[in-house]
Each structure stands twice: as structure tokens, then as C-alpha cells.
């Protein structure tokens, strides 16, 4: 572990449980997971999310470039503010990371990019910007914090400076503000309201302190992806990897098909691989017996008399269903139910739509 991020010392101070995240030192949790989990699906809690990579677009023909490195189209965004989920491909299909692209104005998009995969991320930028004439600018200087659940954004405006309370008041989801040194986007990773706020790091420490005090309480990574999973958030490495396509891994609703001649990386591949067939996709399992499920256990189904497998990609328990739930990746053909292989035993899962709880309630 060598990376820290601005916000260390109050992870440090507030007795936060570090581990190590992709090279970060970060909190997996500050006491309890579970109750960190119901903070935020019942209340307001906060996360730090400064490991994650801002990056700035300027000059040349950035929707033209945006709009080749691109799965999905930024042509889509029209209001300045707007937001836009997608990932960025190889040209094999494979998904290099899953970002978010905010639309500023026609000489101005900002992206945010997984801390995970920041250096390959930063390479495959900076190695098609200059054909579009385009300037790439990593905001390292940034702090940024979520806050996320339904108490999340009437907590945060209790101690959000006035203009920024002014800018992010009449936010829609899925939008963002420019509020000079700071940023807000009513985004998140966690199927809750909220806020994801950009903002100097010089003034990060104090606005972690300004909203445990209101009532925000500090959160961990392991709270974090519970709450990601139960929400059928897809998680970078394991739900999609650079050897699969968003056709098999949940995604296919972030591929802008129209206007067809627009070439994006990796279009080639994907319609080849819509026209053959797709072989595999993503689904959710809830097991139905006592047990834990978890990332690269055995998916184990039958059709037609034939055995046929897949793998669980995330699994946990989710403390919102009192049950055992997972994402898995699996053939097209898998029914209503399955198998699971755990410890040498099949348990009985059954398949549903990989959305768990939304919005605090079960799916």
C-alpha cells in the first residue's frame, strides 16, 4: 500500500479499518459493515471517493472524439450538466472501464474513471486524443466524497457552501454543476439518492468534519460494494473485464447502435458478435439455502438434459434481503433456477433480474 488519499488522516482519526484497494490505502469499514449499509439505504452516509480519476477534456473536436472512444454517445447530451454512463472498449469488444461523462459545454467534458484501472485508462486517452486534436488534463488536485442515501442531499445542503447549495438544489439525476472550484453530481454507486461532490483537496478534511457532524456518517468499501451489489451495479474486474463485451455482462443498454455510421471503438466486434449470437449474459441468483454466495463459485443449470455451467462474478449477503445474493455470468438458456457449488455441495439459487433493492426497497 503506497497511495493515500487527502482524506487519510480523518479515515485514521475516526478509526476507520484500512486495507488495501488497488494500490489505496482506504477504510473498509469504521466499526460495523452492516450498519453502514442501513445508514445509507435508511439515512445519509458518506464515502470517500478521491482515489477515483477526474480527467478534463478542452479543445479540438471533443464530442467527435468522445464519440469514437465511446460505446455509448455523447451526442445524447445536450444540456449542459447532463451525464452519461458507458464503457470504453477495445477494439475486441472487451471493456477497457465503465466511466461517467459529464457534458460543461462544447469545449469542456469531464470524465470519471475507476482508480483501479487509472493508468491503462490515462494511456488509452492520451493515446487517441491527438487525432482529435483534443487537450487531456487529470484533476489530481481534486478531493471528491459521496453522500448517498435518502437523507443525503437535505444533510449535505445543511453544510454545503451557499453557491454550491444554489447550483445543486434544482439538480435532476444523473446531472452535475460547476460551481467554480467545486463539482456536484447527483451520482452514485449505491441505488441511493445523493451527492458526489468534487471539490478542492485543501478543503476536503473540512467538509468530511461538516457532515459527520450534520449527521452523515463515514463509510467504508465494504459497505460500498453490498450496497453497489443489491443495486445490480456492475463492478469493474469482476462483473466485466477486458475479456468480455457489455453484450454478456449486463450492458448492452449502454451501446449506442444509432446512427450507424458512427465507427466507435469496437463496434466491429460487437456486431459481430450480436449477429452470431450472444452465448452468455448477466443475471442475479438468490440462493435458497443457508450458505454465502461468492465471486468464482460454480453456476451449475441444465436445459434439455445437458449440464451446462457459469460462475458467479459478485456475491455477498445482503443486509437488506436477509439473504444471499450474487451477479453471475451464465448461458442465455439458464431458467428461473439453478445450482450453486459451494464447499463441494449444489445449493438451489434462483434467477431473477440483476437488480436487488432500489431506492431502500426490494425488487
Known sequence: MTNKTVLFD???????????????????????????????????GMFDVSHMVIVD????????????????????LNESGKALYSCMLKQDGG???????????????RLVV???TREKDLAWINQHAPDFSVKVKERDELAMIAVQGPKAREKSFTVLPLDVVEAATPLKRFYGADCGDWFVGRTGYTGEDGFEIMLPDSEAAALWDKLAAAGVKPCGLGARDTLRLEAGMNLYGSDMTEDTSPLISGLGWTIAWQPEERKFIGRSALEKEKAEGVKQKIVGLILEQRGVLRGHQKVVLEVQGEQLSGEITSGTFSPSLQKS??????PVEIGDHCQVE??????????????????????
Open 95 to 109: 471493456v477497457i472501464d465503465d466511466l461517467i461523462a459529464y457534458y460543461l459545454s462544447d469545449d469542456w467534458y
Open 325 to 330: 445474493i450474487a451477479l453471475a455470468r451464465v
Open 114 to 116: 475507476n482508480a483501479a
Open 10 to 44: 480523518k479515515h485514521v482519526e475516526y478509526k476507520g479499518k484500512i486495507v488495501d484497494f488497488a494500490g489505496w490505502m482506504m477504510p473498509v469499514n469504521y466499526g460495523s459493515q452492516i450498519d453502514e449499509h442501513h445508514q445509507v439505504r435508511n439515512d445519509a
Open 342 to 363: 459451494i464447499r463441494g455441495k449444489l445449493l438451489n439459487a434462483r434467477v431473477v433480474k440483476p437488480v436487488f433493492v432500489r431506492d431502500g426497497k426490494p425488487v
Open 57 to 76: 477534456l478542452s479543445g479540438g473536436d471533443i464530442k467527435g472524439f468522445l464519440q469514437y472512444l465511446l460505446a455509448n454517445d455523447v451526442a445524447k
